[in-house]
């Protein structure tokens, strides 16, 4: 097991068919605890619910939090010390996408989008931070839309915000490489969930996995695959940096 006896705080993760469940999931299997943390509570608790099926009694919790809320992440934070004694692992998994034009994007639209992309990945770190006294990782999720210039579902707003993700997650690797935590991003392609199901019609599906050299669209299992290479101990020597997971969609 990767990550056996490590503790992991995953922000997002309640969807059963989204990238953060998916990823506690491998978390468990690979060995760690894991914190569920959403909106709701009760999505919260049943996600924990059936992790703990696989892991065992102890192998996950759920907390309802807005990443957007500082307090109520401070208060997680002191109820994950109380229950882990310490963090090993972050991964900033929650966020939100608008399919806009430019003209089209409202004030409030940028606000919201930034503040839970970007803001709320600097407040889960700077809360869950302290935590990690003996060295750790931080997995934060990014976007192809950060790399192309958006295009696919969010608007010129999400791509905003997902370069933020990039241009923070290098920034959290500069300063607390000397602590011995890592900080990484990946970059999803288009990664099939609830969120995207019906965004695409077949005609607009062809086209696009036609252009994917693998060609089709990715899992939340080959994104929770990578965020567990980037949690282990496997990149021990990698920090400062994004994997992008597209199938070969995007090249740089």
Not at 49 to 76: F, H, M, T
Not at 209 to 226: K, N, Q, T
Not at 231 to 252: C, E, K, P, R, W
Request: charged share 20%.
């Amino acid at each position: 097991m990767l990550i056996k006896g490590m503790t992991a705080v995953l922000t997002g993760a309640a969807a059963p068919d989204g990238i953060g469940f998916a990823t506690a999931r491998r978390f468990v299997e690979e060995g760690a605890r894991v914190a569920i943390l959403d909106l709701r509570q009760e999505d919260c608790a049943r996600a924990a619910e059936s992790l703990r099926a696989i892991g065992g009694p102890n192998a996950a919790i759920g907390a309802a939090v807005d990443v957007r809320d500082r307090q109520g992440l401070a208060q997680v934070a002191q109820h994950l010390q109380t229950t882990f004694g310490k963090l090993d692992i972050l991964v900033n998994n929650a966020g939100i996408a608008q399919k806009r034009r430019l003209e089209e994007v409202s004030a409030e639209d940028w606000h919201a989008t930034l503040d839970v992309n970007l803001m709320g990945m600097f407040n889960a770190t700077q809360a869950m931070l302290p935590l990690m006294t003996d060295g750790g990782a931080i997995v934060s999720v990014a976007s192809i839309a950060a790399q192309r210039g958006g295009g696919l579902l969010g608007g010129p707003h999400y791509a905003a915000s997902k370069g933020g993700v990039l241009a923070l997650t290098k920034s959290l690797a500069r300063e607390l490489g000397p602590r011995r935590i890592r900080a990484n991003a990946v970059n999803p392609g288009v990664i099939i969930t609830s969120m995207n199901r019906t965004a695409f019609d077949a005609a607009t599906q062809a086209g696009m996995v036609a252009s994917i050299p693998l060609g089709r669209f990715g899992s939340p299992e080959d994104v929770a695959r990578v965020c567990l290479f980037l949690a282990s101990d496997l990149s021990a020597y990698v920090t400062g940096t994004a994997v992008d997971i597209n199938g070969g969609m995007h090249m740089h």
